[in-house]
């Protein structure tokens, strides 16, 4: 009886699930059931989300939630998307980790957190680059530094006694003597390499970017660079240094992709060096057809400081080191990031003889491209921000305010506690720009109020970290968007450390500041460090990362290194001759890559105007009108 009515129920609910198959066959996987599938797998930008989707070329905003709204008008606001930067008296919207971070989201991931980046079976590398593909929409190139470890490391703190984490990483070394006694104990790693391939989404997950099958992680052919100005037991081991470590992979405002790497140095110990990346890699962009011999960066060049009076050892005064300060006495001399790393061993060991103003070791710099110097005639024309924009019909839409031949390279040395900055010349050489003392004191201001407090008894310390980006704050898809010099400014951003229990943690501001020498203001900080959604954190006391380390007293955070920033999606010739991979808008996505815990590499896709919404003014520090446009030349760099 029981068995009767089963076969009576099957031919009744059969047909129904038959049907319902079919019908999940056809509209779920289009594929199975022969219909062609109209995007390809690693040559479209994956979003399964319909509250993360976000047109491919950035035509619209996103508000906080994901979703989609239409952008405001910039006519009305000095060029600058109204309600963009709200003021420090408004609150957030009381979610947690709000009130001491700003939480950025993906805008491609189904649960908003940033995605993992996978090079090959065994082969792990940090500290990534990810700049898009020119020609091939939704693969990017993806440049890392190797990771020298036993097999592939799980995500782990680096230990006090291991060799990958001691040798491999100039960026985090540990603080106070102990850190230089354990480097001395063990057997330098000698080989450096930055793994490059052409990466793209993985078609079953949007959380993994990982090398294409036919495109696998090879080495770049960056040479060996001359210097033998390492000497002592503490320095000494970076003599014997081959290869490049933590490269920059960006594109310029010419349009053309760049690499900036740490070398041994022929003026110091360990020094930076640029190089077109077309030579290193297969490129595939337009600008290769009129890439000649006589270009500059065709071979990597030495980035220099400006010439002062030479001296012998020490590290000079002027903008001294690579643009990170030290809290803690003993182990830099606060002025920038050079490291007087030898200064707590013995008075009578040997240092090296290295020019003014240099640090022992060189790192972070990054460049920047922005129009000349005005002429006195056409900067009084244009001394009005408000003026520039008065007559949008004289100009088209996205009009670029300066041609990319017009603009002139500078790099920027330090941000904290003092900035400097100087005209770069194609050989490496670079010149002193004459700036306004009054700006200066305006950006120190500006910094000090925004940026944590460093203590000089503790182990903290300020620095920069990435490449930098022109960005127009208004939107690509206003018409009544035009980039002025109103609204236009030059975006990096920076990092706070702090190294507790052989273990360091980092936090990323955002820094904006102006495109227009000779000063080039600082316009505006993040209020708060940005938080990375899927960051880990540990309580007081609790083991973390498969107990490699204890929290402490204190809570603990996941290491995350900022070391790129760079867009998303390359608009090339649609950008009118701004630069193609180096200027956006607010409605364009950003894609930042980090290392994690100094082992494997990460990155997350973020609205450019949900990244700089945090951004507080300096304007709102110093006093409106107090930030000056230019001033007078009192000879300051």
Request: aromatic share 10%; charged share 20%.
């Amino acid at each position: 009886m029981l068995v009767r009515d089963l076969r009576r129920l099957c031919l009744i609910i059969g047909p129904f699930l038959v049907f319902f198959f079919i019908t999940l066959t056809i509209w779920g996987f289009p594929s199975f059931a022969g219909e062609k599938v109209t995007s390809i797998p690693g040559d479209t930008f994956p979003s399964d989300n319909n509250n993360n989707k976000v047109p491919y070329h950035g035509s619209s905003s996103s508000s906080k939630d994901g979703s989609i709204k239409s952008s405001p008008s910039a006519a009305a606001n000095g060029g600058i998307a109204p309600g963009l930067f709200p003021s420090e008296k408004e609150g957030n919207d009381g979610k947690e980790g709000e009130s001491t971070h700003q939480t950025i989201h993906s805008v491609s991931t189904k649960n908003g957190s940033y995605f993992r980046i996978e090079f090959a079976k065994d082969t792990a590398a940090f500290n990534p680059n990810i700049i898009p593909h020119p020609t091939r929409p939704g693969v990017f190139v993806v440049v890392a530094q190797k990771w020298h470890g036993p097999g592939k490391p799980s995500p782990s703190p680096p230990s006090p006694h291991s060799s990958s984490s001691a040798e491999t990483d100039t960026n985090h070394p540990a603080a106070g003597s102990s850190g230089g006694k354990t480097k001395s104990q063990h057997v330098p790693v000698t080989m450096q390499s930055e793994l490059s391939c052409l990466a793209t989404f993985n078609p079953k997950t949007a959380n993994v970017l990982s090398c294409l099958p036919e495109q696998p992680p090879l080495p770049l052919p960056i040479a060996a660079t001359p210097g033998n100005n390492c000497v002592g037991p503490f320095l000494g081991v970076l003599s014997f240094s081959v290869g490049p470590r933590d490269a920059r992979v960006f594109y310029g405002g010419d349009g053309k992709p760049y690499t900036i790497f740490g070398s041994n140095s022929q003026f110091t110990c360990f020094g930076m060096w640029m190089q077109d990346f077309r030579v290193l890699v297969e490129w595939w962009g337009k600008e290769v057809g009129v890439f000649g011999s006589a270009e500059g960066w065709r071979v990597a060049g030495e980035l220099q400081r400006p010439a002062l009076p030479a001296v012998e050892g020490g590290s000079g005064e002027v903008g001294n080191g690579n643009g990170e300060l030290k809290g803690k006495k003993g182990e830099e001399d606060g002025h920038g990031e050079g490291k007087n790393l030898k200064e707590e061993e013995d008075e009578d060991e040997e240092k090296p003889k290295i020019p003014a103003g240099w640090g022992e070791i060189e790192k972070n710099w990054f460049v920047f491209w922005a129009p000349p110097l005005s002429s006195p005639d056409s900067s009084s024309s244009s001394s009005s921000s408000s003026s520039s924009l008065s007559s949008p019909s004289s100009s088209s839409h996205h009009q670029p305010q300066s041609s990319s031949a017009q603009l002139q390279t500078y790099i920027h040395y330090d941000f904290f506690p003092h900035r400097s900055f100087a005209l770069l010349h194609s050989d490496g050489s670079a010149t002193p720009v004459s700036s306004s003392s009054i700006s200066a004191a305006n950006d120190e201001k500006c910094l000090s109020h925004y940026l944590p407090p460093l203590p000089p008894s503790e182990p903290v310390s300020i620095h920069q970290s990435t490449n930098s980006l022109r960005l127009t704050l208004c939107y690509r898809s206003d018409p009544s968007c035009i980039p002025t010099e109103s609204n236009t400014f030059l975006l990096t951003i920076i990092q706070h450390k702090r190294f507790y229990h052989f273990h360091s943690e980092y936090e990323p501001y955002v820094v904006l500041f102006s495109q227009k020498a000779p000063s080039f203001e600082v316009f505006g900080v993040s209020k708060k460090p940005v938080w990375i959604e899927g960051r880990k954190k540990w309580g007081k006391g609790e083991w973390h990362a498969e107990g490699q380390g204890r929290g402490g007293g204190e809570e603990r955070t996941e290491m995350f290194y900022v070391t790129s920033v760079n867009w998303r999606d390359y608009h090339g010739e649609d950008d009118g001759g701004n630069g193609a991979g180096y200027h956006g808008y607010l409605d364009d996505v950003l894609i930042i890559g980090f290392g994690v815990e100094d082992k494997e590499s990460g990155g997350i896709d973020v609205l450019a105007g949900e990244l700089v919404t945090g951004v507080g003014l300096c304007e709102e520090v110093v006093g409106k009108g107090d930030v000056t446009m230019g001033g007078r030349d009192d000879g300051r760099w």
